[in-house]
Structure formats: C-alpha cells, structure tokens
C-alpha cells in the first residue's frame, strides 16, 4: 500500500457524476422529489435550479450522512444534471487534527532527543510520544476505510435513486 492510497482513505476526493434526461426541468424536478419521499433514508429536494439529496444510514450511536449536489443545464434536446457527492465536513476535520496531534508528537519526541527541550521528558514520556502516532494513524486509517465502504454505498444509492428517478 503505498502512501496516495492511504491518503485516499484519510481524504477521499469528491466525485463528480452526471446524468442526461429529456424531461424538462419542471418535470425532471417532481419525479425527483417524489423518488427521494418514497426512499428509505433519502432527504433533500429539486427545484427547477438545483437538485440537493442527502442519503442518512442510521447506526447506533450516529447517522452517517452522504450528500450529492448539482444544478440542471438545458442542453439542445436534453436536459443535464451535473453534481459532486460529498462527505461531511467534520471527517476531514477530524483526520486533520489527528495528523497534526501525531506530528505534534513525533516532534515532541525529537525535540526532547535532540536536547531542544529546557527540560528532559521522562523516558516513558518520550515512549509514549513516540508510541501514540503508532497506535492512532492506523486505528484512524481503519476507522475511515470502513467509513469510506459505508459512503460508497451511500453513493450507490442516490446514483440509483438518480438513475432510477430520470430514466
């Protein structure tokens, strides 16, 4: 595994996706709306501008949430909806604070090494500086792989919603 996967995991990139109808976009609108009210799961709206959908998969003790967003183009004889899907903010937050605690760390510990420090850590202060990133980047590294398997099916459903709804 080299290092643009795992950052792949840590910083999944928004994948755009789009998808042509010959409806109008009035019409394209309210079959989309009644498609997310009868989805389990589903939320969101069209309008005859924009198409917003939020697919929420229940847990036990948090929702996961992924979104996809787009804006209806006229194009000749069709109709085009182009949109991004993303997840949460708050997951890259997380991921970069951990990657700045660890950092944080690790430079800690090499500063006490390489006597930078007014005052020397203990040796199990130094060990425990060293041993946290070790333990946290890849804990945090599997949290977010299961996190991106549940997003990606996440993603399959609205496409399919999408699919489903405008062909």
């Known amino acids: 595994?080299?290092?643009?996967?795992?950052?792949?995991?840590?910083?999944?990139?928004?994948?755009?996706?789009?998808?042509?109808?010959?409806?109008?976009?009035?019409?394209?609108?309210?079959k989309l709306?009644?498609?997310?009210?009868?989805?389990?799961?589903?939320?969101?709206?069209?309008?005859?501008?924009?198409?917003?959908?939020?697919?929420?998969?229940?847990?036990?003790?948090?929702?996961?949430?992924?979104?996809?967003?787009?804006?209806?183009?006229?194009?000749?004889?069709?109709?085009l909806l182009p949109g991004k899907f993303s997840a949460p903010t708050i997951e890259k937050v997380i991921v970069t604070l951990t990657l700045f605690f660890c950092i944080g760390m690790v430079l800690t510990a090499i500063a006490n090494l390489t006597d930078w420090l007014p005052k020397k850590l203990s040796s199990e202060g130094l060990i425990f500086c060293l041993l946290t990133p070790v333990a946290i980047l890849p804990s945090v590294t599997f949290i977010f792989a299961v996190k991106n398997q549940i997003n990606n099916r996440q993603k399959r459903a609205i496409k399919h919603l999408l699919l489903r709804a405008l062909r």
């Open 33 to 79: 709306n009644l498609a997310i009210r009868q989805s389990c799961g589903m939320s969101g709206g069209a309008t005859e501008r924009e198409v917003f959908i939020r697919h929420t998969t229940p847990r036990r003790t948090q929702q996961q949430t992924y979104n996809f967003h787009g804006r209806w183009h006229n194009e000749a004889d069709r109709l």
């Open 1 to 30: 595994m080299n290092f643009k996967s795992i950052w792949n995991i840590w910083f999944p990139q928004e994948e755009a996706f789009s998808i042509t109808t010959f409806y109008t976009s009035e019409k394209a609108s309210q």
